[in-house]
């Protein structure tokens, strides 16, 4: 007798998650995310979101195998950031178009009515009727923190028969969204009394006026401080205001007001200039002055702000030359 090989069919599923879409206009999706995800792969993650985003993923499960694969289960389990909207009919589309029906939900698992069909020799993009194409809609929550990473996984099982006692090991794949990081910007408002007429030319005893105003992400900013350290020379004379440009903000310690109890005026390196040359909202060098800061507006056309307007004094110190 002589022996006689054979190869086994068996269904195999490959899973994709990726970012497809953001309602923020400074998001960022690299790379683009595709305009058809059933003819190139959708395998993007998101940058510069923040709080009540409303984040679109394409989660892409394909069955590169020879036989059909049944009872496919695909789930997105609740992750910490993600507040994720069930599918409806016509949310889930094989390759060729068309709606796939099905049953459960995202905790437990979305189980396909109709198998996956084997291969179409092709793995990869363009997709036909042996893939499976979820679209998922979540919003990032109200507790998110600038430049925080938060992660969605999803997850599919399979059998290769009807019976579905018997599945495949679960496979997964992640999609992450980065929440923005304030923005910071710092002006020279004023030289007072202004013995010169050129631009920012100050002379020693002229105090200077500066306006340093913060975009606050949507979301949670937790433990915040603000510090300034001047340059050789100055020292801080007084904080003259600290404005929230919205009532969306609030903070921890009560109110933007509470926070001018923080202030600081810290001696920074050694010699002659060296008092109040480190302006923190601290007080102390470590402390988070702002407390807990929270911006619970969700219109991202409007942008929060606080606005901290300061004065510092140019020392009669020999540091200072022209």
Avoid at 195 to 203: D, I, L, P
Wanted: charge should be negative; hydrophobic fraction near 40%.
């Amino acid at each position: 007798l002589q022996a006689v090989g054979g190869t086994v069919g068996a269904p195999s599923l490959v899973i994709t998650k990726g970012v497809i879409a953001a309602d923020n206009p400074n998001a960022t999706i690299p790379p683009a995310a595709p305009s058809d995800p059933s003819a190139v792969l959708a395998d993007s993650d998101v940058s510069d979101v923040d709080a009540f985003d409303e984040i679109t993923f394409v989660v892409t499960v394909e069955n590169v195998g020879t036989t059909p694969a049944y009872n496919v289960t695909i789930d997105d389990p609740a992750t910490a950031g993600f507040a994720c909207a069930e599918p409806v009919l016509g949310d889930i589309e094989n390759g060729d178009g068309t709606t796939l029906s099905f049953t459960g939900d995202l905790a437990t698992g979305i189980v396909l009515d109709d198998p996956l069909a084997e291969n179409d020799g092709t793995e990869g993009a363009p997709f036909a009727n042996d893939t499976a194409l979820l679209t998922l809609r979540c919003n990032l929550d109200a507790s998110v923190e600038p430049l925080q990473a938060y992660t969605n996984e999803a997850g599919v099982t399979w059998t290769s028969v009807p019976d579905p006692s018997a599945p495949f090991t679960r496979v997964a794949d992640t999609a992450v969204a980065t929440v923005i990081a304030p923005r910071i910007s710092k002006v020279v408002t004023d030289i007072t009394p202004g013995y010169s007429t050129a631009v920012r030319e100050a002379h020693v005893g002229e105090l200077v006026t500066y306006q340093v105003t913060v975009e606050i992400p949507e979301g949670v900013s937790s433990n915040a401080r603000l510090e300034d350290r001047l340059p050789n020379g100055f020292a801080m004379v007084e904080v003259v205001s600290l404005t929230p440009s919205s009532p969306d903000l609030s903070t921890s310690e009560g109110s933007l007001a509470d926070v001018l109890a923080n202030v600081g005026f810290n001696n920074l390196c050694g010699g002659e200039a060296a008092p109040a040359r480190r302006f923190v909202i601290g007080p102390g060098n470590n402390d988070s002055g702002f407390g807990t800061i929270t911006n619970t507006n969700t219109d991202n056309s409007t942008v929060e702000t606080i606005t901290i307007v300061y004065r510092v004094r140019v020392l009669n110190a020999s540091v200072n030359t022209n």
